[in-house]
Each structure stands twice: as structure tokens, then as C-alpha cells.
């Protein structure tokens, strides 16, 4: 069964600080990792990750994939108050197309 | 833009009735996915599809069941509602190998 487990479940800091969001995996047939953050309904793409070591970027977000220790981390620095969200975690398996979540960390940042 | 449209936000249904949660998307996505999203334990995969007529069981199928019979439509049923069905359901799609793009959920009260 493929498993994907994110870590801290939950992350208070203040506003201008940086952190870093885990996620590792375990999946049959890799194909991808995304990262989605989550404010009141819809989650919104942020990144799709499938190669290793190759940073993505966004703005003060980044994100990069260790396929050999399985995980990601997701990284934000100068944080703001509208970062405060979950963030998710998915990972996508080649062989059925089946895009697994983890639980989440909801990021809350104080002013 | 891609649209994926669910049927309705909000949903009350009484205890054994028979729930249609339908969901629309505009952009010829093979995949399609349920999931529910429930506090702390993150969006659970119900079923999802890769083509119009194919069907897969997620993590969580029981008391549900999937229809699509159309590329663009993917039914989640709840053959007889039960209250531990109370949740946030969400309907994803994607292409092979890109990044799923969510509905806004529909929120289902079992009573």
C-alpha cells in the first residue's frame, strides 16, 4: 500500500521566520511528488516534483526531492500571514495512477 | 483555466437514504478521484479512474461505489448514508503525469 506520512502535524511560528515542511513516501511505482496548499476549500498546486536533487521554485517557497531516502521537504522562508494553511503532500504511482495524500501540516503564522 | 465543478457545496441527508455526489471537469482529464477529508487524518482516497467505464478502489471504498460513464463526469455514491460518512468530499482530475486540480468540495451532513 502506498504511504505517504508528513511531518510536523502542525507548526506555529511568526511572521518572517523560515520553515521547512517534511514529507516522505512510500510507493510502489514512483512517478511524482506534489505539493499543494490547502487555505479554505480547494487545495492549489504548488509543485510536482520526479527527479532528484533539482530544487523547484516559487517566490519564497522551494522544494526538492531525495528519491533515494524517499522524501521532500517544502521550504519557506520570510514567512507572511497568508502562508498559514496546510500544506499537502501527494505522491503519484506510475503503475495505476493512483495519487495518495498524506495527513498534512497546517502551518499558522503569527503576525 | 481548468474547471472541476462538484454538484453542490452543501449536503444534508438523512440516515440509509441514497447520496449522489457528482462532479464535472471541462478539461478531457483521463483521471479522476474522490477522496474525503476528514480532521487529522488528511484526504483519504475513496475510488478513482483512468478512463471513461474503468474504476479503482482507493483506501477507503466501503459503503461507497464510483460511476463514469462519460470522460468528464466521475458519481461518487453513497449507496445508504451512514453517519461516520459525515465529511468534506473533494473530486480531483488530471492528465497522466501532471498535476491533479481540485473541486471545491462538498460538505455532506449525515443525519
Known amino acids: 500500500e502506498d504511504k505517504v506520512v508528513q511531518s510536523p502535524l502542525s507548526l506555529v511560528v511568526h511572521e518572517g521566520d523560515t520553515v521547512t515542511l517534511n514529507c516522505s513516501y512510500e510507493v510502489t511505482n514512483f512517478r511524482s511528488l506534489l505539493w499543494y496548499k490547502q487555505e479554505k476549500k480547494a487545495p492549489t498546486f504548488l509543485f510536482m516534483l520526479?527527479?532528484?536533487?533539482i530544487e523547484k521554485k516559487s517566490g519564497r517557497l522551494s522544494s526538492i526531492l531525495d528519491k533515494k531516502e524517499l522524501f521532500s521537504i517544502l521550504n519557506i522562508t520570510a514567512t507572511q500571514t497568508g502562508d498559514s494553511a496546510v500544506y499537502l503532500c501527494?505522491?503519484?504511482?506510475?503503475?495505476?495512477?493512483?495519487?495518495?495524500f498524506g495527513t498534512g501540516t497546517r502551518l499558522t503564522i503569527i503576525p | 483555466d481548468v474547471k472541476v465543478t462538484q454538484s453542490s457545496r452543501y449536503l444534508v441527508k438523512r440516515t440509509g437514504e441514497k447520496v449522489f455526489l457528482e462532479c464535472v471537469q471541462d478539461?478531457?482529464?483521463?483521471?479522476m478521484f474522490w477522496y474525503r477529508q476528514d480532521p487529522g487524518l488528511g484526504l483519504r482516497l475513496i475510488y478513482f479512474s483512468y478512463d471513461v467505464k474503468m474504476k479503482e478502489k482507493g483506501d477507503i471504498p466501503e459503503g461507497y461505489s464510483v460511476s463514469r460513464e462519460k470522460k468528464e463526469r466521475f458519481s461518487l455514491i453513497l449507496e445508504s448514508a451512514s453517519t461516520n460518512q459525515t465529511s468534506m468530499y473533494l473530486c480531483?482530475?488530471?492528465?497522466?503525469?501532471?498535476?491533479?486540480?481540485f473541486g471545491q468540495g462538498t460538505r455532506l451532513t449525515v443525519v
Open positions: 478539461m478531457d482529464h483521463e483521471n
Open positions: 501527494a505522491v503519484e504511482n506510475f503503475g495505476n495512477e493512483k495519487l495518495t
Open positions: 520526479t527527479s532528484s536533487g
Open positions: 480531483a482530475s488530471c492528465l497522466r503525469n501532471t498535476e491533479a486540480f
